[in-house]
């Protein structure tokens, strides 16, 4: 029997075909391929290369040859509790503090305010006013502020015309916040992370304040409670897991920051400067190792607390 003109399935249309329908019969095994390449990429190159540098910190360097001793050391972990280490590691903590605390004061009011007065439009304009900065250059805002906050910049010209000079003198005499001026203090390294990092609080709040029902804040009303005794007793615990959430993102993002404060603050090193030098001008694998395991290990801390808030559900 001739097969001319026979339309028959070509070898590898076949296969493919056989491969589809093996898929199709068996979900599991397509998610496994699906998931398979991301999750070694993130386990070989983040996770793996990651791993390898915490592992460093059970090592030790030699003071004389400034070469790496490898042999297994809690020394280079101790060493981190220091006086000196020590204190780079509460500063730094303290530093994302407050900076987490500034965004969440002066977040919230704005994230309110949209979550439960403005309009369609009024909503469409504050989401383009919080996302624009993050559209920017880093350096770029980063650099701005830096002359904002110079002696001679618009901060001083401005307190300068309301007649606050002396006041601004003031508080840069302070011995912890002050300095020689708001560009080489903590106060303007706060400034700067809050202003960076503000978008990161108000939107989860933002989101958190939107499924507030409004039916809750009426029944707290009809029920004889004003409205401090409703924000306080309704709205803040609804919103607090939207809070959390920020908190989230403000305080990593703070705690690991290694530019702002070289750009703007003190000589005073925090934990991503003090990484950043050891590895590289200092050559100290090791202690910049252990200096590494911190930020995780407070931020595990961190997260196990959120999630117990129910934060993750406002992200």
């Not at 898929?23 to 398979?36: D, S």
């Not at 409205?227 to 959430?245: M, S, Y």
């Not at 930020?295 to 196990?304: A, D, K, R």
Request: glycine residues 10%; charged residues 10%; contains cysteine.
């Amino acid at each position: 029997m001739s097969l001319a003109g026979l339309d028959l399935p070509q070898p590898r249309e076949g296969v493919l075909r056989r491969l589809s329908d093996l898929l199709v019969r068996r979900q599991k095994l397509l998610l496994l391929l699906l998931l398979v390449p991301p999750l070694l990429w993130l386990g070989v190159v983040y996770l793996g290369s990651l791993a390898v540098f915490l592992a460093q910190s059970i090592f030790s360097i030699d003071e004389f040859s400034g070469t790496i001793v490898r042999e297994p050391t809690l020394s280079t972990l101790t060493e981190l509790f220091g006086p000196a280490n020590f204190d780079i590691l509460m500063r730094t903590v303290v530093v994302a503090a407050v900076v987490t605390l500034l965004c969440a004061l002066v977040g919230f009011p704005i994230a309110y305010y949209a979550a439960r007065y403005a309009g369609p439009r009024g909503k469409a304009a504050f989401y383009l006013a919080v996302m624009m900065p993050l559209w920017s250059s880093y350096l770029v805002k980063v650099y701005g502020w830096k002359l904002l906050l110079a002696r001679e910049g618009a901060i001083g010209w401005i307190a300068g015309r309301l007649g606050l000079t002396s006041a601004l003198e003031a508080w840069l005499a302070l011995p912890v916040v002050g300095g020689p001026s708001l560009s080489v203090s903590y106060t303007g390294m706060v400034l700067t992370f809050t202003y960076l990092w503000l978008p990161f609080m108000i939107l989860p709040v933002q989101a958190a304040l939107e499924r507030v029902p409004a039916s809750l804040i009426e029944a707290s009303g009809d029920l004889g409670a004003g409205p401090g005794q409703t924000f306080r007793t309704v709205i803040l615990p609804l919103a607090l897991p939207g809070v959390v959430a920020g908190a989230i993102f403000t305080f990593s993002l703070t705690l690991g920051d290694y530019i702002v404060p070289q750009i703007i603050g003190t000589s005073a090193l925090v934990l991503g400067q003090a990484v950043y030098t050891l590895q590289g001008t200092a050559g100290n694998i090791p202690l910049a190792a252990a200096f590494s395991l911190v930020p995780i290990l407070v931020m595990g801390i961190f997260l196990t607390v959120a999630k117990r808030t129910g934060a993750f559900d406002a992200l």
